[in-house]
């Protein structure tokens, strides 16, 4: 057995989790040289929902915070999140778009890409993780995990071996929602590790109370890597805490090797940010609580939030638990796709309307046509012929890849946005984002110009929670 290995998540999902990813990168600068001679396996900063909220909320530049962290970060593998096909976006985009997408970020200084795809449609991370294979970096594939009948080790094991005959350097179980239970990792890291010759990787989160347990049983079956949080950023919605599983480690086979007293350190940085985060209302206590409709309704803990906002929306907040209950119904109609984006708020918002009109599918949104036709991949089971029918009609269900259907953007994007571009990545951070990096264009100018931007400032500084 070799010592396990730790990917820290605070300048990415820890914050992302607790604090609607507001953390600034002025607030990372101080801790970065500490969090560097740690000796983490890596430093996961960048991706998921970093790129949008710098963008939408921080007024920064998610290219500069990477070069900035690349610079002070001489040891320590940088690691990011992407969403296959969809990149950081809600969509899929056109190969070229991709491409260019995975060059950029390892030009700028990532080490690892972590590529998922949220139903496990392995077509949909091919170009990704040959792009940064092909780049020099490392491509970790990841498996959206969820429970379902269908859902089976089996399954699962099937998936690892196509993700490692693709070219995945490494794999990762990502658990977003905190379903996998303790008994249940050490079967199916068992089964993965023997099916496979590359590390394998477990990502959870602690939103109903498993993770730790998980981990460490997941640990005893042969997982190579765990994702874990700084404690004063860990647990509720987020990972679990770095520090204890260094010391339940030490002097063990699997022992870390890393220092508490250096971890206690950047812990010490964070605490007061955190304080900060309480007070300002940013941290919300209630997602630091043990949630077990996590467990009963398959419901990551952002989508819990989104569905109290949306009935909110509507007046009808009474209606909670009845749209709770519906969503588990969506999904066995969808074909059990894992909840995590954008298959969440596909699933989510069909269930509010599903219960808000008082009828299933008398109002479908667009997004849940284009999945039902095939545009965001194949369901881990065909969905059934009077769903399809009830919600698209005749229109035709499509089996190629969804993105085999998009033709080259970049160049037509290039031309939309030629006046602000100050830098190759601006034509990117445009076609994730078009209106909101616009904004942020508008803000740099005026900042570079020295204009007074208070027009600007209106528009973009709606700090919203």
């Known amino acids: 057995m070799a010592k396990i290995k ?7 999902d820890a914050h992302q989790s607790l604090i609607a990813t507001r953390m600034r990168t002025e607030e990372m600068v101080p801790i970065l040289d500490k969090l560097d001679e740690i000796g983490y396996h890596a430093l996961e900063m960048w991706g998921g ?4 909220a710098a963008l939408r909320f921080l007024d920064e530049d998610p290219w500069e915070r990477l070069r900035i962290i690349r610079k002070k970060v001489k040891k320590t593998k940088l690691q990011m999140l992407l969403r296959g096909q969809n990149i950081l ?6 190969d070229d778009v991709v491409v260019e997408f995975v060059k950029k970020a390892v030009a700028n200084g990532i080490d690892i ?5 949220a139903l496990n449609d392995v077509r949909n991370l091919r170009v990704a993780v040959e792009t940064t294979k092909k780049e020099g970096a490392h491509a970790q594939t990841s498996i959206s995990y969820t429970t379902s009948p269908v859902h089976t080790t089996d399954v699962y094991v099937k998936l690892a071996k196509d993700m490692e005959n693709m070219g995945a350097d490494s794999i990762c179980i990502k658990d977003m929602s905190g379903l996998l239970t303790p008994y249940y ?4 890291v068992s089964a993965i590790k023997k099916a496979i010759n590359v590390p394998l990787e477990l990502h959870s989160h602690s939103t109903s109370g498993l993770a730790s347990m998980s981990y460490m049983k997941g640990i005893e079956a042969g997982a ?10 860990a647990l509720g919605t987020s990972q679990p805490p770095t520090e204890p599983f260094v ?11 890393l220092n508490i007293d250096k971890l206690n350190e950047i812990a010490e940085y964070f605490k007061p940010m955190r304080e900060k985060s309480i007070q300002s209302g940013l941290l919300n206590p209630k997602v630091l609580g043990v949630n077990i409709n996590a467990l009963i309704y398959q419901v990551p803990g952002g989508m819990l939030s989104n569905l109290v906002s949306q009935l909110q929306t509507q007046n009808a907040l009474d209606k909670f638990d009845e749209v709770l209950k519906e969503v588990p119904r969506v999904r066995e109609d969808l074909g059990y796709p894992p909840l995590v984006t954008p298959t969440s708020q596909i699933v989510g918002t069909q269930a509010v309307l599903n219960v808000i009109t008082g009828e299933r599918y008398k109002m479908v949104p667009k997004e849940v046509k284009a999945y039902v036709k095939g545009m965001y991949g194949k ?3 065909a969905i059934k012929e009077e769903i399809v029918k009830k919600i698209i009609g005749d229109e035709e269900v499509i089996t190629c890849r969804p993105a085999d259907l998009i033709k080259p953007q970049l160049e037509n994007i290039r031309n939309e946005m030629k006046e602000y571009l100050e830098q190759e990545e601006d034509v990117l951070s445009y076609a994730l984002f078009p209106q909101v990096a616009i904004k942020y264009f508008q803000y740099r100018q005026a900042m570079k110009y020295n204009i007074d931007s208070e027009f600007v400032d209106m528009e973009q500084k709606t700090y919203a929670v």
């Open 185 to 188: 990792a050490y079967e199916l």
């Open 49 to 52: 929902a970093t790129f949008d």
């Open 6 to 12: 730790i990917t820290e998540t605070i300048l990415r």
């Open 379 to 381: 369901p881990t089971i």
């Open 224 to 233: 190579d890597i765990i994702d874990t949080a700084i404690s004063p950023f």
């Open 89 to 94: 976006g809600y969509k899929h985009y056109a």
């Open 113 to 117: 890409i972590r590529i998922f795809d």
């Open 247 to 257: 010391a339940t480690l030490k002097g063990t086979e699997y022992d870390t090797g």
